[in-house]
């Protein structure tokens, strides 16, 4: 589990963070939905690094994971970013597919809930 986030963290992490928005995504060029799903598996593999006493991939998975949380919640769409839409009280809390994608999808929102969700357990803030 911790080789595979590992490797995660090494070829996917957006790294060139050219634009604020993409800072935490977890993609090798358009940071998206995927960070979500990557975030769930992330904080499950902090969680086994704590128990395993494996304090160097904790930390490291520990800054990825609030790094991540923040892309996520950039993600979501709130009163004041949902404005555009024909209904907006229907799409404010869900989150978009990327930055530069607005699609709007249940799961996109299940998988980013899910993530921080695991954030909130494993006391990430």
């Known amino acids: ?3 595979m986030n590992d490797w995660l963290l090494r070829t996917r992490a957006a790294g060139k963070d050219f ?3 993409e800072k935490g995504g977890i993609s090798p060029d358009n940071p998206g939905n995927t960070t979500y799903v990557r ?14 006493g494996n304090k160097e991939r904790a930390v490291k998975y520990y ?5 991540g949380t923040r ?6 769409f709130t009163f004041d970013n949902a404005f555009y839409f024909e209904n907006p009280g229907k799409a404010t809390g869900g989150f978009k597919s990327s930055p530069v994608d607005n699609e709007l999808r249940i799961d996109y929102t299940q998988h980013a809930i ?10 990430i803030f």
């Open 1 to 3: 589990v911790m080789e």
């Open 19 to 21: 634009f604020p928005d």
């Open 39 to 52: 975030l769930e598996g992330l904080n499950d593999a902090y969680r086994l690094a704590l128990v395993t």
């Open 63 to 67: 800054e990825a994971i609030r790094k």
């Open 71 to 76: 892309f996520i919640l950039q993600s979501q």
């Open 114 to 123: 899910s993530a921080l969700m695991k954030a909130y357990r494993n006391q």
